[in-house]
Nanobody, 115 residues
């Protein structure tokens, strides 16, 4: 089993910044893909960004140039720096961990972009 501690969500004005963090504990493999997905009200969950254990990153087109994903391997923690936030970024953001042993989800953290 894998447990997550997510933090960093909140309310921010358009153009502002937030940093999300997700710390994984438990059964964490040496090879993994870790990242973030989001789900807005009435919409399906969508991919935001991922980073592999080797450091390769991938981003949704809608966040490229604004969001940056990074990791601290020693702490099994992934971060999502979100800049130039827009109202359409409002959603519940879910941490995701993909390993050879399975896929795991965090409980989600709310991000609201509003003036």
């Amino acid at each position: 089993q894998v447990q997550f501690v997510e933090s960093g969500g909140g309310l921010v004005q358009p153009g502002g910044s937030l940093r999300l963090s997700c710390a994984a504990s438990g059964r964490v493999f040496s090879f993994y893909v870790m990242g973030w997905y989001r789900q807005a009200p009435g919409k399906q969950r969508e991919f935001v960004a991922t980073i592999t254990s080797g450091g390769r990153t991938n981003y949704a087109d809608s966040v490229k140039g604004r969001f940056t994903i990074s990791r601290d391997s020693a702490k099994n923690t992934v971060y999502l720096q979100m800049n130039s936030l827009k109202p359409e970024d409002t959603a519940v953001y879910f941490c995701n961990l993909g390993t050879p042993g399975g896929t795991y989800w965090g409980q989600g953290t709310q991000v609201t972009v509003s003036s």
